[in-house]
T-cell receptor, first 113, second 112 residues
Framework: LAKTTQPISMDSYEGQEVNITCSHNNIATNDYITWYQQFPSQGPRFIIQGYKTKVTNEVASLFIPADRKSSTLSLPRVSLSDTAVYYC??????????????FGAGTRLAVHP | EAQVTQNPRYLITVTGKKLTVTCSQNMNHEYMSWYRQDPGLGLRQIYYSMNVEVTDKGDVPEGYKVSRKEKRNFPLILESPSPNQTSLYFCASWGDLRGEQYFGPGTRLTVT
């Protein structure tokens, strides 16, 4: 399983764009990159997943450079409700290792008025 | 509505008294997993299951048992709970090979 490194915490203000970068230097060829969001006392919620280049959905974008050794979750125009912990996970779908997911410490994002 | 349910949501018990936390999903997912979350330690996987009657240990399986007799249910069993098992527990399921996991609401367990 690829080890991931994220900033422990970040601060932002309402209306700003937030970019959270995750490092995964030993990512394997078959590994996908997945981001989850967790609010206090709730289970994590899937945000976005990608393999390479850029993926966008209704809540976020995921940028993955050609070497795939890092990825950046981009949250456009954050609001107070985006205050949460964000986890980056790396693994290969369908493999035993992917089923055994490691969440890590995540990035605690605080959005201020 | 697609969901993962857990029961009970809150439980206070005493050391050594066997307990079961139930988990059920209505999405016909093959994969299910249990996590515990503790302050400063993040989410740690306890056990996971790839299908009925197929389970495997996660990172912190000691003191826990699981069973998968039906596809929709994946109960977590603590045969002899101890205070160090006081934690917030989450059940998750997923069916797509890309692994988007759906989490339950959590069970807060206190063992005194």
């Amino acid at each position: 399983l690829a080890k991931t490194t994220q900033p422990i915490s970040m601060d932002s203000y309402e209306g700003q764009e937030v970019n959270i970068t995750c490092s995964h230097n030993n990512i394997a060829t078959n590994d996908y990159i997945t981001w989850y969001q967790q609010f206090p006392s709730q289970g994590p919620r899937f945000i976005i997943q990608g393999y390479k280049t850029k993926v966008t959905n209704e809540v976020a974008s995921l940028f993955i450079p050609a070497d795939r050794k890092s990825s950046t979750l981009s949250l456009p125009r954050v609001s107070l409700s985006d205050t949460a912990v964000y986890y980056c996970l790396v693994g290969a779908p369908g493999s035993g290792g992917y089923n055994k997911l490691i969440f890590g410490a995540g990035t605690r994002l605080a959005v201020h008025p | 509505e697609a969901q993962v349910t857990q029961n009970p949501r809150y439980l206070i018990t005493v050391t050594g008294k066997k307990l079961t936390v139930t988990c059920s999903q209505n999405m016909n997912h093959e994969y299910m997993s249990w996590y515990r979350q503790d302050p400063g330690l993040g989410l740690r996987q306890i056990y996971y299951s790839m299908n009925v009657e197929v389970t495997d240990k996660g990172d912190v399986p000691e003191g826990y048992k699981v069973s998968r007799k039906e596809k929709r249910n994946f109960p977590l069993i603590l045969e002899s709970p101890s205070p160090n098992q006081t934690s917030l527990y989450f059940c998750a399921s997923w069916g797509d090979l890309r692994g988007e996991q759906y989490f339950g609401p959590g069970t807060r367990l206190t063992v005194t």
